[in-house]
T-cell receptor
Framework: GQQVMQIPQYQHVQEGEDFTTYCNSS?????IQWYKQRPGGHPVFLIQ?????EVKKQKRLTFQFGEAKKNSSLHITATQTTDVGTYFC?????????????FGKGTLLTVNP | ETGVTQTPRHLVMGMTNKKSLKCEQH?????MYWYKQSAKKPLELMFV???????ENNSVPSRFSPECPNSSHLFLHLHTLQPEDSALYLC???????????????FGPGTRLTVT
């Protein structure tokens, strides 16, 4: 079945440093979504990428979707303590169910003030 | 506040008990989902309902029984669970998927289940 791998599993940074998490799918995706889960919280939708090579920005966050639509990345510039949490990617398999998202294990980001 | 509520927030049950988890969404969505979140594992999709009809059952053991009486409410009935079923159970909702794409999902706060 479809697998979505996410690296790194953990990342600890000093406040102000940049952070990147990578997501790789074993199959071609029709779209990919990113979610953030604060400690003790629930996943919150951040963004959806649909087009090959798409790049979207949200303030200090930059999201990319690979040309082959099998990988994606999330980059945070100048991290802040409010960025702490687990970042998940979730992919919809191309040609697969419209209801099913396959989630990566997530990257836990901690920020030292 | 995401507009998706779940009760109870915490539940401890023995292996012979029967309990139910409840989810309610106030977003006017047509699709609702149950996920299981265990430590060191990815979010696992369990069930999907669209317009009250079950569209996905991700090979979930029969000790988990979903019920969707309408597009706003979703239940997960639990019976004879095992300790390895202890996890955070998350409910989510979304607009009805399009022809070739699924939309963002809005998650509830989850029910932390412990099976003793």
């Amino acid at each position: 079945g479809q697998q979505v791998m996410q690296i790194p599993q953990y990342q600890h940074v000093q406040e102000g440093e940049d952070f990147t998490t990578y997501c790789n799918s074993s199959t071609t995706l029709s779209n990919i979504q990113w979610y953030k889960q604060r400690p003790g919280g629930h996943p919150v939708f951040l963004i959806q990428l649909v087009k090959s090579g798409e790049v979207k920005k949200q303030k200090r966050l930059t999201f990319q979707f690979g040309e082959a639509k099998k990988n994606s990345s999330l980059h945070i510039t100048a991290t802040q303590t409010t960025d702490v949490g687990t970042y998940f990617c979730a992919g919809q398999n191309s040609g697969g169910s419209n209801y099913k998202l396959t989630f990566g294990k997530g990257t836990l980001l901690t920020v030292n003030p | 506040e995401t507009g998706v509520t779940q009760t109870p927030r915490h539940l401890v049950m023995g292996m012979t008990n029967k309990k139910s988890l409840k989810c309610e969404q106030h977003l006017g969505h047509n699709a609702m989902y149950w996920y299981k979140q265990s430590a060191k594992k990815p979010l696992e999709l369990m069930f999907v309902y669209n317009f009250k009809e079950q569209t996905e059952n991700n090979s979930v053991p029969s000790r988990f029984s979903p019920e969707c009486p309408n597009s706003s409410h979703l239940f997960l009935h639990l019976h004879t669970l095992q300790p390895e079923d202890s996890a955070l159970y998350l409910c989510a909702s979304s607009p009805q998927p399009g022809l070739a794409i699924t939309y963002e999902q809005y998650f509830g706060p989850g029910t932390r289940l412990t099976v003793t």
